[in-house]
């Protein structure tokens, strides 16, 4: 099993980024993909999550509304798309997969992690 996030970057507060998370090396189907991201000196959070089977999202308070998590099967490829970035932005984010088709905000729950991308908001 492998993830590979990308697509992060340098970006001005209100601006855009989209991330995108290929995985390979399982069923699709039967995994929960997880966003999360680590600022330097805080712990990990999560950010956002999907149930790869039916394609629920879930989103933690502080990105509704400005993030969209997204499903495209026939690549393999979980997106997060991120509007309206604010400086408190600023992580490396990481995805995730569970063997579960149900999405978890546990991080400890993700058996699968990527190697991260960074994502810095200037003010």
């Known amino acids: 099993v492998q993830l590979q996030a990308s697509g992060g970057g340098l970006v001005q507060a209100g601006g855009s980024l989209r991330l995108s998370c290929l995985a390979s090396g399982f069923i699709f189907d039967k995994y929960a993909i997880g966003w999360f991201r680590q600022a330097p000196g805080k712990e990990r959070e999560g950010v956002s999550f999907?149930?790869?089977?039916?394609?629920?999202?879930d989103y933690v308070d502080s990105v509704k509304g400005r993030f969209t998590i997204s499903v495209d099967k026939s690549k393999n490829t979980v997106y997060l798309r991120m509007n309206s970035l604010k400086p408190e932005d600023t992580a490396v984010y990481y995805c995730a997969a569970t063997k579960s088709t149900l999405a978890t905000r546990h991080a400890s729950w993700y058996e699968f992690w990527g190697q991260g991308t960074l994502v810095t908001v200037s003010s």
């Open positions: 999907i149930d790869s089977a039916d394609g629920n999202p």
